[in-house]
């Protein structure tokens, strides 16, 4: 096994299941408790954060973050197209997109899941996550207005972008908002739903 990834059920390891699987590398899924049998330590020993996704790499380094993991994969498995090459006309709009993903809209669930990690008060609580969610639905809309879908993210090109649509698309504020205020973004993500390699992965995460 080249790849040991611990993984949630729909979290942020659905991502990268879909990269290492889009990668062709070898992996195998591990619950938080790790496997001590084969040397894999529980997930907060790995990642102290306790984060999904964490990833174990052959000679034991351990990985964090979906972008990051992306870029190495990419090092891996270049043909798989998950970051477009240097010279490549998409690449600043995947650089772009990929930081407005990771470091705007996804501490949105990051914090917005756990409010009591940050405000103690109930109502304080209440307050803090609706705004994220607004918050959250406006970095979607900036995002929907510059897509031009052709039929990927990025146009004619596949990336790991459109991973991050079909597995964000079904988080909040889920589907049915994203098929009525950002349809093209749903289209992506449609699209990343009908890749063959891809719908098993989704139907484990999602059920479907
Ligand atoms: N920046 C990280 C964010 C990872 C993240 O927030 N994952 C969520 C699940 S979707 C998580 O594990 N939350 C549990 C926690 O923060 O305790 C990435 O891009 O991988």
Same mark, same amino acid.
């Given at each position: 096994?080249?790849?040991?990834?611990?993984?949630?059920?729909?979290?942020?390891?659905?991502?990268?299941?879909?990269?290492?699987?889009?990668?062709?590398?070898?992996?195998?899924?591990?619950?938080?408790?790790?496997?001590?049998?084969?040397?894999?330590?529980?997930?907060?020993?790995?990642?102290? %954060?306790?984060?999904? $996704?964490?990833? =174990?790499? #052959?000679?034991?380094?351990?990985?964090?973050?979906? @972008? !990051?993991?992306?870029?190495?994969?990419?090092?891996?498995?270049?043909?798989?197209?998950?970051?477009?090459?240097?010279?490549?006309?998409?690449?600043?709009?995947?650089?772009?997109?990929?930081?407005?993903?990771?470091?705007?809209?996804?501490?949105?669930?990051?914090?917005?899941?756990?409010?009591?990690?940050?405000?103690?008060?109930?109502?304080?609580?209440?307050?803090?996550?609706?705004?994220?969610?607004?918050?959250?639905?406006?970095?979607?809309?900036?995002?929907?207005?510059? %897509?031009?879908?052709? $039929?990927?993210? =990025?146009? #004619?090109?596949?990336?790991?972008?459109?991973?991050? @649509? !079909?597995?964000?698309?079904?988080?909040?504020?889920?589907?049915?908002?994203?098929?009525?205020?950002?349809?093209?973004?749903?289209?992506?993500?449609?699209?990343?739903?009908?890749?063959?390699?891809?719908?098993?992965?989704?139907?484990?995460?999602?059920?479907?």
């Amino acid at each position: 096994m080249t790849y040991a990834l611990y993984a949630r059920k729909g979290w942020g390891s659905a991502i990268t299941e879909a990269a290492l699987t889009c990668a062709e590398v070898d992996f195998e899924l591990l619950g938080a408790r790790g496997d001590p049998s084969k040397g894999f330590p529980p997930l907060k020993e790995a990642n102290p %954060l306790g984060q999904w $996704p964490t990833l =174990l790499c #052959a000679d034991g380094t351990v990985m964090t973050e979906t @972008a !990051a993991i992306l870029f190495h994969l990419d090092d891996v498995a270049p043909k798989a197209g998950l970051v477009p090459p240097k010279r490549a006309r998409e690449r600043r709009a995947f650089l772009r997109w990929l930081q407005v993903i990771v470091g705007a809209i996804y501490p949105t669930f990051t914090y917005a899941d756990y409010p009591g990690r940050y405000v103690s008060a109930k109502v304080a609580q209440k307050e803090l996550v609706d705004n994220i969610a607004q918050r959250r639905k406006t970095i979607w809309i900036q995002i929907e207005g510059e %897509l031009q879908p052709s $039929p990927w993210f =990025l146009g #004619a090109r596949f990336s790991g972008l459109d991973i991050y @649509a !079909a597995v964000m698309t079904r988080w909040g504020p889920r589907r049915k908002w994203f098929a009525a205020h950002c349809p093209k973004l749903m289209s992506v993500a449609k699209q990343a739903d009908a890749i063959p390699a891809l719908v098993p992965i989704w139907k484990r995460n999602f059920g479907r």
